[in-house]
């Protein structure tokens, strides 16, 4: 058996061939440029009529994670970072070039925890929750081996969790954790300390506004820069507060850290747990671990590849 996992994202897509122990025959990422709308169709059309002719290879499923919202019973999905993916007919495409092979699709949050679930750190759990934190945040929750998906498959869209007061117009795009906390958002808190900070002369100084990144603000945390050093313990604080409140609203085993912040911010996955301790339920949190993911940046990747898999084993 062979699976096709698609893994789209903001910047990129992508693919790999698994077999079903999960384990990569095949890899390869494409970058989306200045596609948008039907072009980024063509792209992983494409690259699925690819792997179907490829000799090596006789793909049994696709499945695909994609960066927002896939309407399971419309075959449709939302994508905000993908111009003119509002209500795109992303199954009717992939089901014309893939034939009457199985197919999936479902959102980059539920198929980080089922890449865990698969081949990862939760491997053997029931009740885990894969924190996403990138260019934006999200959560993959299980609970009771069950995927939360909520009454309209938008569930884990915890960037819009509220951490702070008062309610301040700039969270709109965003929502209040992710405008401070994701990768994007470490950016912005920097630059807001900056306008805060007139003395400060330090590394950080030198970028403007379109420039500074948070690879940036982890740069200069390793060479002890004050402002990166305030900039990373308020993030530590928000991760840990978002932490408390799922530890304390789901009862996980793990809490499993993930995304290109995890990343550079695994080594203070310690101190988030410590934050966390503070705010969470007392019980709740002596049982749960928090966690790294094993994929290095993979876990959607594989998760799409699951979605397939499970499909397989009862066909």
Not at 75 to 85: D, F, K, L, R, S
Not at 166 to 178: L, Q, V
Not at 226 to 244: D, F, K, L, P, T
Not at 274 to 287: F, G, H, L, N
Request: net charge negative.
């Amino acid at each position: 058996m062979a699976i096709l996992a698609l893994d789209l994202g903001g910047t990129k897509l992508a693919a790999a061939v698994l077999d079903d122990s999960g384990t990569i025959l095949a890899q390869e990422v494409a970058a989306l440029g200045d596609r948008k709308s039907t072009q980024v169709g063509v792209l992983v059309t494409d690259l699925i009529k690819k792997y179907k002719h490829d000799a090596r290879f006789t793909i049994d499923g696709v499945g695909v994670s994609v960066p927002g919202i896939s309407y399971k019973k419309e075959g449709t999905v939302w994508a905000p970072n993908i111009e003119g993916w509002e209500n795109y007919p992303l199954s009717n495409e992939i089901r014309d070039v893939a034939g009457d092979i199985v197919i999936d699709i479902d959102n980059d949050r539920a198929c980080s925890i089922l890449g865990e679930l698969w081949v990862g750190n939760a491997k053997g759990c029931h009740d885990a929750i894969f924190l996403a934190v990138g260019t934006g945040i999200g959560a993959g929750i299980v609970s009771a081996a069950n995927i939360i998906r909520g009454n309209n498959d938008i569930a884990g869209a915890i960037g819009w969790m509220a951490l702070q007061r008062p309610y301040e117009k700039k969270y709109i795009p965003f929502g209040c954790f992710e405008y401070y906390a994701s990768g994007d958002g470490i950016a912005r808190l920097a630059l807001e300390v900056l306008d805060q900070e007139s003395d400060y002369q330090g590394l950080l100084r030198e970028y403007s506004s379109p420039e500074i990144t948070a690879h940036h603000i982890f740069a200069a945390y390793e060479k002890n820069d004050v402002v990166a050093i305030r900039v990373i313990q308020e993030c530590i604080e928000y991760w840990g507060m978002a932490s408390a409140n799922l530890v304390s609203l789901f009862n996980p085993e793990k809490i499993i850290f993930g995304g290109g912040v995890f990343g550079p911010a695994t080594k203070f996955i310690p101190a988030i747990k410590i934050e966390a301790d503070k705010w969470s339920q007392p019980i709740s949190r002596t049982k749960v671990t928090f966690e790294p993911s094993l994929l290095s940046g993979n876990a959607s990747l594989y998760g799409a590849g699951y979605l397939v898999s499970k499909i397989l084993q009862y066909k």
